[in-house]
Every structure is written in structure tokens, then in C-alpha cells.
């Protein structure tokens, strides 16, 4: 289900959420890989630091893959995110035209790929997603629930 590559985009995304996580920001990271295999965008949650809302970890890292690509299109790309994407997020990826979503950990309370809702697969929309989940799972969860434990 999962290879090499896999692995290494998915530690590539956590070292992005523990970055987010040492600026005190909820710890989400993402990588956008382009299809020959380089990662063309990173991102991490920074909404406390940019004062924006939709500062999302998936949200920065598209818009970075999109001008180092010099495209709004993100065609054969891939997305590796620590936290299942939000509505937000998940419909901005489509918006985008990413093709494969690969995500750590489920979002029981906000999610969009799976758990409350699934827009990027929704059948109403002109594009879908492919999606595939658990990589990593373990190491994301704790960094959450540890994020967590320390604000409450």
C-alpha cells in the first residue's frame, strides 16, 4: 500500500508539523510532490503567525507548489499531510487538481476525506481525488494529542 517514497514524503510532512508545533501552532505539516517525484511545496500550519485563518498547512503548500510550478494546476501531484484536511483545505486540493491525497491520521471533528465528509471524492464535482490513510499514523496522533495536552 505504501513504498519508500511514501515514508520519506510522510517524515517530510511531520518535519513540518513539529515545526508548526514549536511555534505553538496546532502541528499539521503537508508536502506537495510533483509526478517526477521532488517535493514542490511545503507547508505547515501557521495561522497565529500570519494571522489568517486560512494559514493551513495544505492551503500554503499548494500555493507554493503553484509558483514553483508557475500553474494554478497541480495536475499529477500528490499531497502527503499529517491530519486529514478540513472542507477548506479538501476542496481547495480539488480545486487544484491534485490526484492522490495521502494522510497520517483521521479528523473525527473536521474532516473532509473520510471521516464527516468526503469532498474530495464527491461525485458532483468535475475532479476527484485518489486518497490513502494511516501512514505514519501513530507518530501524528501523538504529536497532536500531545500539542493538546500542553493548552489544556
Given at each position: 500500500?505504501?513504498?519508500?517514497?511514501?515514508?520519506?514524503?510522510?517524515?517530510?510532512?511531520?518535519?513540518?508539523?513539529?515545526?508548526?508545533?514549536?511555534?505553538?501552532?496546532?502541528?499539521?505539516?503537508?508536502?506537495?510532490?510533483?509526478?517526477?517525484?521532488?517535493?514542490?511545496?511545503?507547508?505547515?500550519?501557521?495561522?497565529?503567525?500570519?494571522?489568517?485563518?486560512?494559514?493551513?498547512?495544505?492551503?500554503?503548500?499548494?500555493?507554493?507548489?503553484?509558483?514553483?510550478?508557475?500553474?494554478?494546476?497541480?495536475?499529477?501531484?500528490?499531497?502527503?499531510?499529517?491530519?486529514?484536511?478540513?472542507?477548506?483545505?479538501?476542496?481547495?486540493?480539488v480545486l487544484a487538481r491534485i490526484?492522490?491525497?495521502?494522510?497520517?491520521?483521521?479528523?473525527?471533528?473536521?474532516?473532509?476525506?473520510?471521516?464527516?465528509?468526503?469532498?474530495?471524492?464527491d461525485l458532483r464535482f468535475n475532479?476527484?481525488?485518489?486518497?490513502?490513510?494511516?501512514?505514519?499514523k501513530e507518530e501524528a496522533q501523538?504529536?497532536?494529542?500531545?500539542?493538546?495536552?500542553?493548552?489544556?
Amino acid at each position: 500500500m505504501f513504498d519508500e517514497k511514501d515514508l520519506i514524503f510522510m517524515k517530510e510532512a511531520l518535519v513540518e508539523a513539529e515545526l508548526a508545533f514549536k511555534e505553538e501552532e496546532v502541528p499539521v505539516g503537508a508536502v506537495i510532490v510533483s509526478p517526477e517525484g521532488k517535493i514542490i511545496g511545503k507547508g505547515r500550519n501557521q495561522i497565529i503567525k500570519l494571522n489568517d485563518p486560512t494559514a493551513h498547512a495544505e492551503i500554503l503548500a499548494i500555493r507554493e507548489a503553484c509558483k514553483n510550478l508557475g500553474n494554478f494546476r497541480l495536475l499529477g501531484c500528490k499531497i502527503y499531510v499529517t491530519l486529514e484536511p478540513c472542507p477548506m483545505c479538501a476542496y481547495a486540493l480539488v480545486l487544484a487538481r491534485i490526484e492522490e491525497l495521502i494522510f497520517a491520521t483521521r479528523d473525527e471533528k473536521t474532516g473532509a476525506c473520510g471521516s464527516i465528509y468526503n469532498l474530495v471524492q464527491d461525485l458532483r464535482f468535475n475532479h476527484r481525488i485518489k486518497i490513502r490513510e494511516g501512514l505514519l499514523k501513530e507518530e501524528a496522533q501523538n504529536l497532536l494529542k500531545e500539542f493538546f495536552k500542553l493548552r489544556r
